[in-house]
Every structure is written in C-alpha cells, then in structure tokens.
C-alpha cells in the first residue's frame, strides 16, 4: 500500500522560511507528478505547486516567487521550499503524488502556521 510521509510543518513568523519533505513508499511503480496543495479552514483544498516527473513545475499565482517544489526522483521524494511566508499561507499542506498506473494517493498533511 503506498504511503506518503510528510514533514517540515510548523510555526514560523512573517517573512519567515519552511522546507516541507514528502516520500512516497510502497510501491514499485514509478511516479508521473508529485505536488502540494493546501486547505486553510472553511476553504477548499487549492493546488500550491507540481512538478512532473519531467521536470515540468507548475504554481499557483498566490506562490509564484516565494516557493519552489523540487523532486528527488529516485528517492520518491518531493520538497517545497517556503520564503517570504505571509500569514494568508496558513493552512494544512497535503503532498500528491500520482503513477503513470493512474492512481493517484495523499498524505495525511502537515500543518504550516504563520503568525507573529
């Protein structure tokens, strides 16, 4: 069963940086795109930042310039570098990743708050 591990989350302060990781396990096939999308409370889940397996990344406007998704490809690793963080970036951030199977799989999210 695969599984996606999520860490990097916590508390910073405006301006402030955070590195989240995701590795993905339990499965031999290989991986397409991984990404990141959060869900901040009484909104919907909304896209971050993908990259393909490619190379290809794609952003969210609210991002652009501010964060950068990076993917280990044979670690089956995906990596969001956070800087300039603003408090409108508080949400849970959910790492994806899907296989040229088809399938598509989320971890259980990390937590990302960012207040003085």
């Known amino acids: 069963q695969v599984q996606l591990v999520e860490s990097g989350g916590g508390l910073v302060q405006p301006g402030g940086s955070l590195r989240l990781s995701c590795v993905a396990s339990g499965t031999v096939f290989s991986i397409s795109a991984m990404g990141w999308y959060r869900q901040a409370p009484g909104k919907q889940r909304e896209l971050v930042a993908t990259i393909a397996a490619s190379g290809s990344t794609n952003y969210a406007d609210s991002v652009k310039g501010r964060f950068a998704i990076s993917l280990d490809y044979g670690k089956d690793s995906v990596y969001l570098q956070m800087d300039s963080l603003k408090p409108e970036d508080t949400a849970v951030y959910f790492c994806?990743?899907?296989?040229?199977?088809?399938?598509?799989?989320w971890g259980q999210g990390t937590q990302v708050t960012v207040s003085s």
């Open positions: 994806n990743v899907k296989y040229y199977t088809g399938d598509a799989y």
